[in-house]
């Protein structure tokens, strides 16, 4: 089985670019560029070079010893939280600004659902002194305000969405618009796996140096690169393509995606996609969308601003419907409960986002010896307003 | 449905279909009238259609509303959602225009994203639109390649123009390959942008219609998105066979009496 790409911009029935003529050119200059550019020796060497020097990678794979004797397995824990920026987001902001620089493009547009893809957009804006704008949800300016605040220390300027449930959906829906009224010298630095070909796979070799990485830092630690169970949590899935990357072909390595179920995902307030969704197109690409019968986009719900989307990335569909990976999902209170339970084991506060693959833990049973990754795609700073909310902190 | 019934069917279609074909044979300065479907109420879409015919409309394209309009501005964003609000879906258009084709003869298309069609299925929504009497669609989220390698067929079938839209960014290859897939016009933008954007036709803008009319394309051309009075529309008429009307038609309807509102919005128009 072909997990990949292929050369339609399609992973099996899932992908495509569904845009309207306006976003045609800039999408198709990508196309044809991204992979090109990406190969070049001084792309890489600049970027390796930011990798280490700017965002502090590689990233510790951490064997966390209290979480792994509460579940009876080696529990890894890889660090993505102590990148710079605090979360993930910032390897494909790294990638995609200096391709942008190399297409040429003076001015930065991004979508932000927990503020994290925003401030890493908006530093590596300032890094490389060009125009940002961050188009957030007014649902999220609100319960991210630390991270609005960042942004604006940054010099980016953020443009609240107050259509629909005024979360990423509706952010993402506005930067579309942005890059449709400016066709010339703007790049559109998407923050997930999704929208049209190639931002899924171009955001994924982004983020597959987490996997790459992951697979060396195994072999120091075990002996053995191949782990039983490899976990994370999905919002578009960024992180989650990062951390199953180089994994996709091990096939006896088990990928499990943690969606956010909200308040249940039968109770009308939830983001659990592949329980809920439909093959459909949202956001420029073929794939499994919450929706009513008639196609209409579904408002989804989670306490997880990063993960409060109605859609998944296309390669994540097509791992989801060919069973390669395992869809599950977590309730908001799962979630929070196991990130206070990180907090107090391991003294690690994550966001409230990577709490939800974290939460999975608890519903799973290990042999002895089973080795089991989980990406700790970033830190809890951003949502200490919710976590003192819900624990009367 | 009997396969004899279905070829009547098509073609009663064909017979009297091409009424967009038949209307850029015998007219120039074709002025074509965009509205949401659904709004200000519910009820409201044929009505619209009526009275825009009675007013000299040529041509008309019915918005089909979306959660998600990421090519529209605030203006058709908003009368989007208060369509669906109200409970507009496929069926209860293709129940209105049935309605609506017992009294207007202008063409009709129906101009809509992508995912609705899909959940609707294409084959069978294309059927629909036969049936009920529309002349063609403008789906600007569904790709090239795909509506050829997919969908194509089904379009042509129940003689559909499908609608492609080019902005000034758009290459000259392109327009050529979208020129040899369509059979309706091709939808001009007056500017990359999303809709409700004004025209401003400075010396790019004229460089760029001049190129297309001396592309000599096999299908006629119609300049849309920005055209908001008499002076923008005949400027957009000196460079292609007509223009279309949005966003300053769907604010001068949004409150008061229908006709009279269609009708003082089309006076700006004549004489
Ligand atoms: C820490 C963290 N994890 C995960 C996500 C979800 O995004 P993705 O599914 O693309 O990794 C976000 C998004 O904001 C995030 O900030």
Redo the contacts between chains.
Sequence with gaps: MNYKVNEKGYYGDFGGAYIPEMLYPNVEELRQNYLQIIAEPDFQKEFHQLMKDYVGRPSPLYLAKRLSQRYGANIFLKREDLNHTGAHKINNTIGQILLAEKLGKKRIIAETGAGQHGVATATVCALRNLECVIYMGEVDIERQAPNVARMKMLGAKVVPASSGSKTLKDATNEAMRDWINNPIDTHYIIGSVVGPHPYPDMVALFQSIISEETKKQLIEQTGNDQPDYVLACVGGGSNAMGMFYHFMDDENVQLIAVEAAGKGVSSGFSAATTYLGKEGVLHGSRSILMQTPDGQVVEPHSVSAGLDYPGIGPQHAHLFKTGRGKYVSITDEESLEAGLLLTQLEGIIPAIETAHALAYLEKMEFKAGDNVVVCLSGRGDKDLDTYIKYFNL | MSLFLKSQISNLNSIEMNRIKQLFEKKKNILSIYYTAGYPDLIDTVRIAEALEKSGADMLEIGFP????????PVI?ASS?QS?DQGM???ILFGQLKELRKNVTIPVLLMGY???????GVENFCKACAEVGVDGCIV????M??YEEFYKGYFEEHNLSNV????P???DE?IKKIDSLTNGFIYL?SS???TG?NLEVGNTTEAYFSRIQNMNLKNPTMIGFGISDKQTFDKACAYSNGAIIGTAFVKAIANGNIEQNVSDFMKNFKG
Excluded: H
């Design positions: 979306y959660s998600d309009p990421v090519a529209d501005g964003q959602k669906l879906t496929l069926n992508v995912n609705p069609v899909l959940q609707f600007p989220d569904l790709p390649v795909e492609f839209l080019i902005t960014q758009t290459a392109r933008l990359s942008a999303t954007k």
